[in-house]
């Protein structure tokens, strides 16, 4: 099969590889201090243990809504930024790929910084993706460090009702909104049903 | 129904399953050491050429040698691509192949490593462009820049789709590789016997499960032209000199479809395997 283009190839000698920089493939370590610093699962969930206390069951899901609501939105734009700040070798070839193609912002780049969001602030070392393809992207947060300290600090009855289901629906808003993609936030399963949250993106 | 489709399809063929390509992208280390850096040429790029040539090498030593060979084979197979019985690829016909371009991403067009070691094309030729690493994954090619001499080079869908004919036109079986537990990580597109996996399969009988489709000859359209008989790489097909046309033997087809899209006459269609009684459990 000896064609043309393969002779020309071979009058050329290989590339010397030259390591890029950054090297690392994997997300910057400073990075994920300086936002577990900023946006810290047990003092959200000590403000918001603070505002429920003496009032009535009634009220819990509209507390739950603004507090866990606005830490959300303030997770994610400090996730958008750090994200940025810090960049890896993953993220770089990323952006080369969706420079090329035009396509893949969505779901890859909005994938990296929803990571990002999780792995900085979570005790777990891999966010589960479910679906990454162009009209879906899914993942699943289980082991949630925030729903465990929400049952020590406001008992079963409250976490059971999922109130930091805000910050997450909240923080994907606010990543669609920050990378300028159009997407439906759906939550399709819950750690109290189903053993785990799993919040979907569906492309409009 | 396959055993891939009974474990991981949810109610369809396991490759049209978008949870099949999906992949979280960083993974952090147990205790996170700031500047650490992974190394560069960790894995050898060739390593399962190498395999298949210490399976040449244990038949002439004799059955209980092949046997021996045989089994660590498709443990390593298992063990290194997460899969089940050492069965960490299948074929796929074409119009599979460009579903899959649709649920998968991202689509890195690669040199083939096969092509290269068993034929000696350079990997920055055009010609060898032959593989798709599919997924996050490919992401992080830089790591192992003696297997990607030939670089990564990012396609849209729709372009993906287009180099899918192109190379299905030539000649080539597509097929679908796992690279890691219940993720697909590269669509190849080769020939036997240049191709690894599909010499694994024809020749040692492991590796590569056939498709999920047969192909079937409607007699009154077939003009016994021959076309598709040149196409075969699996030896299903074959002249029947007396009736002057196209015969399978459905036992011996992979479903690769490559017959079908040379057919002038579109004499010849794909059935799915699972409503075949005979070949249902035939992959």
Redesign the interface.
């Known amino acids: 099969?000896s064609?043309r283009?393969?002779e020309e190839?071979?009058k050329t000698p290989?590339e010397l590889?030259i390591?890029?920089r950054p090297?690392?493939?994997?997300?910057?370590?400073?990075m994920?201090v300086l936002l577990r610093k900023d946006c810290d699962p047990p003092l959200i969930v000590e403000k918001f243990a603070a505002e429920i206390s003496g009032k009535k069951q009634d009220d819990v899901d509209t507390i739950a809504k603004k507090v866990f609501g606005k830490y959300g939105e303030d997770w994610m734009r400090r996730t958008l930024k750090l994200g940025e700040e810090y960049p890896d070798?993953?993220y770089e070839?990323?952006k080369?790929?969706v420079d090329?193609?035009?396509?893949?912002k969505f779901?890859?780049v909005l994938?990296?910084f929803i990571?990002?969001a999780y792995?900085g602030t979570q005790q777990f070392?891999?966010?589960?993706?479910?679906?990454?393809?162009?009209k879906?992207l899914?993942y699943r947060v289980k082991d949630c460090y925030i729903y465990k300290l929400e049952v020590e600090k406001c008992g079963q009855e409250v976490a059971g009702s999922l109130p930091c289901r805000y910050a997450c629906l909240a923080a994907c808003k606010t990543a669609l909104d920050g990378l300028g993609l159009d997407a439906a936030v759906e939550m399709e399963a819950t750690m109290v049903k189903d053993g785990a949250c799993q919040f979907a993106l569906n492309r409009i | 129904m396959c055993h891939y489709c009974e474990m991981w399809g949810d109610g369809t063929i396991w490759y049209l399953n978008p949870r099949n390509y999906a992949r979280h992208m960083y993974t952090l280390p147990k205790e996170a050491k700031p500047g650490a850096t992974k190394a560069v040429g960790e894995a050898d790029p060739a390593g399962y050429i190498n395999l298949e040539r210490a399976m040449v090498d244990a038949l002439e030593r004799g059955p209980e040698e092949y046997e021996k060979a045989m089994k660590f084979a498709r443990d390593m197979v298992d063990m290194t691509q997460g899969s089940v019985g050492g069965w960490m690829g299948q074929v796929v016909p074409l119009r599979d192949a460009e579903r899959m371009a649709e649920i998968s991403n991202p689509l890195g067009l690669i040199a083939c490593i096969c092509r290269k070691a068993m034929l000696g094309i350079e990997e920055r030729c055009p010609e060898n462009m032959t593989c798709m690493g599919l997924g996050v994954g490919m992401l992080k090619w830089e790591r192992w820049p003696e297997r990607y001499k030939g670089g990564v080079h990012w396609l849209t869908i729709e372009e993906t789709k287009q180099w899918l004919r192109d190379l299905d036109t030539k000649g080539f079986v597509h097929s679908l590789m796992m690279f890691g537990p219940r993720f697909i990580g590269g669509i190849c597109n080769c020939d036997y016997p240049a191709c690894d996996a599909l010499t694994m399969r024809l020749d040692h009988g492991f590796n590569m499960l056939k498709g999920h489709h047969v192909a079937m000859v409607d007699y009154d359209l077939c003009n016994g032209c021959g076309i598709c008989v040149q196409r075969c790489q699996f030896g299903a097909l074959k002249m029947n000199v007396t009736l002057d046309k196209a015969n399978i033997d459905q036992m011996r087809c992979f479903g690769c479809g490559l017959c079908e899209t040379a057919c002038p006459r579109k004499a010849i269609s794909l059935k799915e395997r699972i409503k075949i009684p005979s070949l249902q459990e035939v992959w």
Do not use: C, H
């Open positions: 099969m064609t283009s393969e190839a071979k290989y590889y390591a890029p090297f690392s493939f994997e997300l910057d370590s400073e994920l070798r993953t070839i990323l080369e790929a090329k193609t035009g396509e893949m779901p890859l994938q990296r990571e990002i792995l070392r891999i966010l589960p993706i479910v679906e990454n393809w162009a879906r899914v």
